[in-house]
């Protein structure tokens, strides 16, 4: 079992910074890669980054890619997405996940995610 806590969302105004954070334990030697999603009222769940926690390696969605950085310390077992540029547009339950099946390359669907955190919201205001 790995087990995700996330931190750092909160009300910020548009153009403004935040960092989330997520903490990783248990099995964190069977992670194969990390990703933060996430939901807006009425809106399906969305994948926006990933990285591969062994290599580091990352992809962003492109409505984020220039404004939002993910980032890993496994010597910390912890994640982060830094979010730069906030748009009112961006306001969601941002959650962090797991995938432990290294048989697949870097994933954006849900359903390949099998642990997840409990969300922090992030609120921008215009």
Not at 10 to 17: D, I, M, T
Not at 48 to 72: E, Q
Not at 89 to 111: H, I, N, P
Request: charged share 20%; hydrophobic share 35%; proline share 2%.
């Amino acid at each position: 079992q790995v087990q995700l806590v996330e931190s750092g969302g909160g009300l910020v105004q548009a153009g403004g910074s935040l960092r989330l954070s997520c903490a990783v334990s248990g099995r964190t030697l069977s992670v194969y890669a990390m990703a933060w999603f996430r939901q807006a009222p009425g809106k399906e769940r969305e994948c926006v980054a990933v990285i591969g926690w062994s290599r580091g390696t990352t992809v962003a969605h492109d409505s984020v890619k220039d404004r939002f950085t993910i980032s890993r310390d496994r010597t910390k077992n912890t994640v982060w997405l830094q979010m730069n540029s906030l748009k009112p547009e961006d306001t969601a339950v941002y959650y962090c996940a797991a995938d432990d099946d290294s048989k697949r390359g870097l994933s954006w669907k849900l359903l390949d995610y099998d642990y997840w955190g409990q969300g922090t919201q992030v609120t921008v205001s215009s």
